[in-house]
């Protein structure tokens, strides 16, 4: 397996003529200008490594690590190099070598959502305000936070949107019935957003559609695959298809575009058990394609700024359903925030591992969202929203992060 892993890195990498267009699309070459911090400096990285030319060192690693995996390069190559496949399949490689090991970050990164969501939306309020005070005597701030102070900045950011998740088991549709769709909860998203799931799962079931909600369904292993852990990335694909294979349905929707594009390309499904996973996608672009516009909005007279998250600009290519899912409401002027090509700095991990980069990249994307006049600022990724909320945050001319659906389910007129 590892010898086929090789072969697909050389020959991923090869297709790269390093013509450097992929320069000024990339958001960490932007920062420093570092030719190791670009596309193709991380792919002659790979290249090395893979032929056995470079070391596995620490500046390395340093500037692998640093790659955000918003596939922004790959939007522009003329060579059509598979850059998010290679950055992955080098992960892999080293973890088989024993270069990357798992670290308890990680471990956090990936539990914490679902062991904090078990514990219950109280208890998780009680927490929010405790990271609150904790903040105020110890003056954490958001340009500088790090480690504790980034996580403290996090907690304290989910007061007021703690709650229950839709209950496990199938909602019914409540004008007729077109179909059924499964709900993927997420990690983070079950923890931060859940009234977002309930907006999804509202909306569905207005336009049609029983709502699955397995309890055996899981992480989507997106922290584990883009680590390299590989096992562990496919026994949580495997999971998520069993569980809604076994619901029958005809889709599954995800309202974390970060979730929704590794669950959308995972490629074991169906090899091992015969669970096939239903086709998955961003829960706008299925209401959009399915009924959503024959329901009745309230108008709102108002301004949205629409940020497009890279999991679901370059990787899903469904960016553009959020826009026109907002135009159903009447009086709505939905437009894109400044910047919406070059990722917000959120980028799963990266957020909490290197908060001062992530800070540099949502700077100009706040600044824009502060001076539009709009009063909300709508984004499908979880990840994104939050990074958004914690640089708005005490800004008195902030908009109000939200996912577009939980805006839409707002005005619904039913």
Do not use: K, W
């Given at each position: 397996m590892r010898a086929a892993r090789l072969e697909r890195l050389v020959r991923g990498a090869d297709l790269c003529v390093k013509c450097g267009l992929c320069l000024q699309a990339c958001p960490t070459y932007g920062l420093e200008r570092n030719e190791a911090d670009s596309p193709r400096g991380r792919i002659a990285l790979i290249q090395g490594l893979?032929?056995?030319?470079?070391?596995?060192?620490?500046?390395?690693?340093?500037?692998?690590?640093?790659c955000l995996s918003c596939r922004a390069c790959e939007a522009v190559c003329p060579s059509g190099v598979p850059y998010?496949?290679?950055?992955?399949?080098?992960?892999?490689?080293?973890?088989?070598?024993?270069?990357?090991?798992?670290?308890?970050?990680?471990?956090?990164?990936?539990?914490w959502p679902?062991?904090?969501?078990?514990?219950?939306?109280?208890?998780?309020?009680?927490?929010?305000?405790?990271?609150?005070?904790?903040m105020r005597l110890g003056g954490a701030r958001p340009s500088t936070s790090s480690g504790i102070g980034r996580w403290l900045r996090l907690t304290a950011s989910l007061a007021g949107r703690t709650g229950n998740l839709p209950a496990y088991g199938t909602h019914g549709a409540r004008h007729g019935r077109r179909g059924r769709a499964g709900l993927h909860l997420g990690c983070v998203a079950r923890l931060a957003e859940p009234s977002v799931l309930h907006a999804a799962t509202?909306?569905?079931?207005?336009?049609?559609?029983?709502?699955?909600?397995?309890?055996?369904?899981?992480?989507?292993?997106?922290?584990?695959?883009?680590?390299?852990?590989?096992?562990?990335?496919?026994a949580a694909e495997r999971r998520n298809a069993r569980a809604f294979a076994a619901e029958a349905c005809d889709a599954v929707v995800s309202c974390a575009s970060g979730c929704g594009a590794v669950l959308a390309a995972g490629a074991c499904r169906g090899k091992e058990d015969g669970a096939v996973m239903p086709e998955v996608w961003d829960i706008s672009r299925f209401l959009l394609d399915h009924h959503v516009a024959d329901l009745r909005f309230r108008p709102l007279e108002a301004r949205v700024l629409v940020h497009d998250p890279c999991s679901l600009r370059n990787a899903m290519g469904q960016h553009e359903a959020a826009y026109a899912l907002l135009a159903l409401i009447p009086g709505l002027e939905p437009q894109p925030?400044?910047?919406?090509?070059?990722?917000?700095?959120?980028?799963?991990?990266?957020?909490?591992?290197?908060?001062a980069t992530a800070d540099r990249l949502a700077a100009p994307k706040v600044a824009a969202a502060r001076t539009a006049g709009a009063?909300?600022?709508?984004t499908s990724n979880v990840g994104c929203a939050l990074h958004l909320r914690l640089g708005l945050a005490g800004a008195p001319d902030a908009p109000e992060v939200l996912h577009p659906v939980e805006l839409l389910a707002r005005q619904l007129d039913d």
């Open positions: 893979a032929e056995g030319r470079v070391e596995a060192t620490a500046s390395t690693l340093g500037h692998l690590d640093g998010g496949e290679l950055i992955d399949d080098t992960y892999a490689d080293l973890v088989v070598r024993g270069v990357v090991r798992p670290s308890l970050m990680n471990e956090v990164l990936s539990r679902v062991g904090l969501g078990a514990i219950g939306p109280r208890a998780l309020a009680v927490a929010a305000r405790a990271a609150r005070l904790l509202r909306l569905l079931t207005a336009a049609g559609y029983d709502v699955a909600v397995p309890e055996g369904q899981g992480c989507c292993g997106a922290i584990h695959l883009h680590r390299g852990f590989t096992a562990e990335a496919a925030l400044d910047g919406n090509a070059v990722c917000c700095g959120a980028a799963g991990t990266h957020l909490v591992l290197r908060p009063a909300y600022l709508a």
